[in-house]
């Protein structure tokens, strides 16, 4: 069965602009997080959606956003990017709470 | 908060040799524990997990048990292959804290031929 993908692969932005970046889950998932892994500070959650609504939310500013779709795709938003936003950006999927994710490939976001 | 403590790396093994990596969690609930590993270029695998204290872990030779009187879940291996460097994240998820995972530092294993 096909994984979680991820759109696009690699997006190199500019300061100030705002980017939009796609997840589809695995078939019959409802719940799809969102990590930002950077060498400096790890892997940070981002915020979790299920059923279409934010569950959970990390310690991010507003510029932040997402979303999740009835199809359970999601969507994360940044808006006036900085230089600091350049990071790995992970989705990652779960069929239930506490049973674990599988993740994306990534969406590679650098800033200039 | 909920944390997580991992040895830093790297650790650098040749062929054979045995792996341990260390893992230890601080948690007000009662977590999942989980080994993910991250190839180069690649999001995160999940290795193994473990949902109740004394639960054992396992997946492709590697082994970790969840400790709660340790509070720990170390990796194990009993004898690496090149095909094992990666990078190693143990990571817990409370229900206390909805379905989030929290992660450690991550270990970078290197194993030479």
């Known amino acids: 069965k096909a994984g979680v993908t991820q759109t696009p692969r690699y997006l190199i932005k500019t300061r100030g602009q705002q980017v939009t970046l796609s997840c589809s889950p695995i078939?019959?998932?409802?719940?799809v997080s969102w990590y930002q892994q950077t060498p400096g500070q790890g892997l940070q959650f981002l915020f979790e959606?299920?059923?279409?609504?934010?569950?959970n939310k990390g310690n991010f500013p507003g510029r932040f956003s997402g979303r999740q779709f009835s199809n359970s795709r999601s969507e994360m938003n940044v808006s006036t990017l900085e230089l600091g936003d350049s990071a790995l950006y992970l989705c990652?999927?779960?069929?239930?709470?506490?049973?674990?994710?599988?993740f994306g490939s990534g969406t590679r976001l650098t800033v200039v | 908060g909920d944390s997580v403590t991992q040895m830093e790396g790297p650790v650098t093994l040749s062929e054979e040799a045995c792996l341990t990596i260390?893992?230890?969690?601080?948690?007000?609930?009662?977590?999942?524990l989980f080994w993910y590993v991250q190839y180069p270029g690649e999001g995160l695998q999940l290795l193994l997990k473990?949902?109740?204290?004394?639960d054992k872990g396992s997946n492709k030779g590697f082994e970790a048990t969840y400790r709660k009187e340790t509070t720990s879940f170390h990796l194990e291996k009993g004898s690496v292959q090149v095909s094992d460097s990666a990078v190693y994240f143990c990571?817990?998820?409370?229900?206390?804290?909805?379905?989030?995972?929290?992660f450690g530092a991550g270990t970078i294993l290197r194993v030479k031929s």
């Open positions: 473990a949902t109740k204290a004394d």
């Open positions: 078939s019959g998932h409802r719940s």
């Open positions: 990571a817990l998820s409370d229900m206390e804290y909805g379905n989030k995972l929290v």
């Open positions: 959606y299920f059923s279409e609504t934010q569950r």
């Open positions: 990652a999927s779960s069929f239930e709470e506490g049973s674990g994710y599988t």
């Open positions: 260390n893992c230890t969690y601080t948690a007000t609930g009662y977590p999942s």
